[in-house]
């Protein structure tokens, strides 16, 4: 299995909702990420996990709460966010922290109305 | 923050041309990695190229590196349909766990 599982691939969210975006993988790998893109801009990073220890905050807003319960999986808890958070989220793994070769789950596109 | 700038920003070609795009990094790396993202897709590792490296090939793909000029270039030979989508460079400054990735260049390869 070297698939990154993103769900769900669409949200639409009220600025008043709570959501969380989910991400699996099952190849082991020890590192997990959550990039943030907007249309026709590279991805930027939000957040990286190492060995299920919060290892980077890009300076995220207080909105985005990102947890990896177990090895395998990755959530961000989103609560209270703006119009301007509508984007296509990513997460990403890799087999070990050093950002080698991630592999890319198919992305969530949130909008936030 | 985003430390590869690429070029062009948009290229379209035909089928069976090759398309070479180009990016440019500020600071010292360990290595430079290729990726492609169709359109509202994740994205896909392409190919790695280390700091001691020059050239690197995978299948139609071509990578060079010049650390002195702080500058990659991928070639992607005899250009299919399916290779429509945008490529990012990405660079890892080795010190942290961060990857930045460039602004990318939107490749159209008309049948």
């Known amino acids: 299995d070297t698939e990154v599982t993103q769900t769900p691939k669409h949200l639409v969210m009220g600025m008043t909702n709570k959501k969380s975006l989910k991400c699996e993988q099952h190849?082991?790998?020890?590192?997990m990420y959550w990039y943030k893109q907007k249309a026709k801009k590279p991805p930027e990073l939000m957040f990286v996990?190492?060995?299920?220890?919060?290892?980077i905050n890009e300076s995220v807003p207080s909105r985005f709460s990102p947890e990896c319960p177990n090895s395998s999986l990755l959530n961000l808890h989103l609560h209270a966010l703006q119009p301007e958070d509508s984007a296509l989220y990513l997460c990403?793994?890799?087999?070990?922290?050093?950002?080698?070769?991630?592999?890319f789950g198919s992305g969530t596109q949130l909008s936030v109305l | 923050s985003q430390q590869g700038e690429e070029d062009p920003q948009a290229l379209s070609i035909q089928e069976g041309e090759n398309a070479t795009m180009n990016c440019s990094y500020k600071t010292s790396i360990n290595n430079l990695q290729w990726y492609r993202q169709n359109s509202g897709r994740g994205l896909v590792h392409l190919i790695l190229i280390r700091s001691n490296e020059r050239e690197k090939h995978s299948g139609r793909l071509r990578v060079t590196l010049d650390t002195s000029k702080k500058s990659s270039s991928l070639l992607i030979t005899a250009s299919r349909a399916a290779d429509t989508a945008s490529y990012f460079c990405?660079?890892?400054?080795?010190?942290?766990?961060?990857?930045?990735f460039g602004a990318g260049t939107t490749v159209t390869v008309r049948a």
């Open positions: 996990y190492s060995y299920e220890k919060l290892s």
């Open positions: 990405a660079t890892d400054a080795g010190s942290d766990y961060k990857l930045s």
């Open positions: 990403a793994s890799s087999q070990q922290p050093g950002a080698e070769k991630l592999f």
């Open positions: 190849m082991g790998h020890r590192a």
